[in-house]
């Protein structure tokens, strides 16, 4: 169905979990995508995700 589905399946079960957890939706907005990709990035090279996760909080996380 998919050519490569791995973003949208991510995205997906994420946001599943989100809304089961009562805690909104992640949503990059599309002007921050290279943001978002630099700073995801930084996580996969350093395994440390307090500033993706601080960024996505402040930028990405609707209806909270």
């Known amino acids: 169905m998919f050519l490569d589905g791995n973003k ?7 946001n599943k979990e989100m809304i089961k957890l009562g805690q909104g939706i992640i949503a990059v907005p599309v002007e921050k995508i290279g943001e978002y ?4 990035i ?16 402040e930028t990405s996380i609707d209806g909270i």
């Open 37 to 40: 990709f630099t700073k995801l």
């Open 8 to 14: 949208r399946v991510a995205n997906l079960v994420a």
């Open 42 to 57: 930084n996580y996969y090279e350093t395994g440390d995700n307090t500033e993706l996760k601080n960024w996505l909080y």
